[in-house]
């Protein structure tokens, strides 16, 4: 029996399809941990393929290269440590998602995701077939539990692993964050901790990095037989710890020099934001970025998380004034460029717009100017940096915010334009907060400069698309306080238009935006993805008919 056993927590971020990447990535943690005296090295969810994987795992190719990739980490155990690792698994005409437990040339063991979550961002219905309630495993004398992410959130595995008399659970995740998940595991799990204090001990292995529309926060940590968090690796960055384990006469006792802090609030917000669009650009091969810098705190707050994401020198910010472009907004926009160290161009839009009007000219003969017109300048401005994008190749980052996207206050084909959008699950209030936390952070929040990034006249004036003149946001929407109360309770919590108006909230304002709530669902399914930040963002969690006559007041 095995009364100490040293364990490499491996917190990596994993590429989707690369499977000869992830292999090598995995490959360099073993030799790490055998260099370190590692007994055993274990790897988060689904890390051969990468997590989600989606339809991918329907392709066999995928799948059988999963295989291989796994035959060759048996051949490094033959050397050692073990290695424990996530990857799809076909068992007959079964697809599953996989844990294997390999060790001095064998596969050990494999148990398969018993509770496959169907809800929120997550269908892994679609893809996968549930595995039976997984048995035991036992290893160098050590009775393991070999949960896989959802398995611990429900009941059914946690207590057929106790009832088998597991004495240790390495539970491998693909869990993505937001801004609830800290207190979402914790609640989840502080009934198990109990039910094993001074039996069990537990290990939390999470994937870290940015995947399209979400981010994995890492944040690993491990709670000993006592119940006390002996070790918690960083959130939001790779990280490896060795933890070495005492079995006692009590339970399993730990040492580890990991004890990162927990990141929470607006920190947390903008650290995922940053690793989500510095993975979406890096691992879809892009160079760099270009934006459309209009002087407002949209593009600001954008241009600040790019840098961060990516360094000055991959983003390139280019002011594109019309006759309604502000001086005001000239200025502030240069001054952004300058604080954030980027490369900023002034392109003139005016002449194209002129030569919108010409064009059509004869065809809206005898109608007033409206938006139509407007959205043509947007349009214009949208033009120039896809030619940029396509000349250079740097990717157009769109810069709206969810409170714009909730209720179409946006060009499609125009500012809408883009590859992707950090501020697409981020209401307009809270862009304000996070521009005062950006300016005031006195450390380094990326690869960005440290301290004031955005002008405080950018964050204090009255937002305005400038499309005509003397224009706010404010003559079309109601204050941006009260909207975004509104579409909080409207699209977080779902909530109907009398539970607002009987809280208070003027009946025709709520009808009004969950009316354009509902008209702007075919915009936002053409607009560009974005991290999931909140609890409830459009598109994984949120999927509503574009055709729709539904009112909640009716």
Request: proline fraction near 6%.
């Amino acid at each position: 029996m095995t009364d100490r056993i040293s364990i490499l927590t491996a917190q990596l971020n994993p590429v989707v399809g690369d499977v000869s990447g992830n292999l090598a990535k995995a490959r360099a943690a073993i030799a790490d941990g055998r260099i370190r005296g590692a007994d055993l090295v274990v790897f988060p969810e689904m890390f051969l393929l990468g997590y989600p994987p989606e339809d991918l795992v329907l392709k066999p190719a995928a799948v059988e290269a999963c295989k291989r990739a796994l035959d060759t980490l048996v051949e490094d155990t033959k050397s050692g440590p073990a290695v424990l690792v996530g990857l799809p698994w076909r068992q007959g005409r079964k697809l599953h998602n996989a844990v294997a437990l390999i060790d001095e040339g064998h596969l050990v063991a494999l148990r398969f995701k018993h509770e496959l979550p169907n809800y929120a961002v997550f269908d892994e219905m679609r893809v996968f077939q549930p595995g039976p309630v997984p048995e035991i495993v036992k290893w160098r004398g050590i009775r393991l539990g070999l949960p896989i992410c959802e398995d611990i959130w429900r009941e059914t595995v946690p207590q057929a692993l106790i009832d088998q008399g597991a004495e240790m659970m390495i539970v491998i995740n693909g869990s993505p964050w937001r801004r609830t998940i800290e207190r979402e595991r914790k609640t989840a799990f502080s009934a198990w901790f109990d039910r094993w204090q001074g039996r069990k001990a537990m290990i939390f292995v999470n994937q870290v990095g940015g995947q399209d529309e979400l981010v994995f926060d890492g944040a690993g940590f491990a709670r000993d037989s006592a119940g006390e968090t002996v070790q918690r690796l960083p959130a939001f960055e790779e990280a490896m710890d060795l933890a070495v384990w005492q079995r006692t006469q009590t339970g399993w006792s730990c040492n580890s020099k990991a004890r990162a802090p927990v990141v929470s609030g607006l920190e947390a917000d903008w650290k995922a934001m940053v690793l989500a669009l510095r993975d979406y650009v890096d691992k879809a091969g892009f160079p760099g970025v270009v934006l459309g810098m209009s002087g407002g705190i949209d593009s600001a707050i954008s241009a600040a998380i790019a840098v961060d994401a990516l360094g000055p020198e991959r983003v390139w910010a280019v002011m594109m004034p019309s006759k309604y472009t502000s001086q005001e907004s000239l200025e502030d926009a240069r001054e952004c460029a300058q604080m954030l160290g980027i490369r900023y161009d002034i392109i003139d839009v005016e002449p194209a717009i002129q030569a919108f009007g010409s064009t059509l000219a004869e065809v809206f003969a005898g109608k007033d100017p409206d938006t139509t017109e407007e959205n043509i300048q947007s349009r214009a401005r949208g033009v120039v940096l896809m030619a940029l994008s396509n000349k250079f190749g740097p990717m157009v980052l769109s810069t709206g915010n969810k409170s714009e996207m909730a209720v179409g206050y946006a060009t499609l084909y125009g500012d809408m334009n883009g590859g992707y959008n950090a501020l697409k699950d981020v209401y307009k209030t809270e862009v304000f907060e996070l521009a005062w936390w950006r300016n005031a952070h006195p450390r380094a929040t990326g690869l960005g400069p440290v301290g004031q990034v955005i002008p405080e006249r950018i964050i204090t004036k009255p937002p305005s698309a400038e499309l005509r003149e003397d224009q706010t946001d404010q003559d079309s929407l109601p204050p941006y306080d009260v909207l975004d109360a509104i579409l909080f309770a409207l699209v977080e919590e779902e909530r109907s238009v009398r539970d607002l108006v009987a809280e208070g909230q003027d009946e025709a304002t709520v009808r009004r935006i969950e009316n354009l709530l509902y008209r702007a669902e075919y915009k936002r399914r053409q607009a560009p993805p974005g991290v999931k930040i909140g609890s409830k963002n459009f598109g994984r969690d949120r999927r509503y008919p574009i055709t729709n006559r539904f009112k909640s007041g009716d």
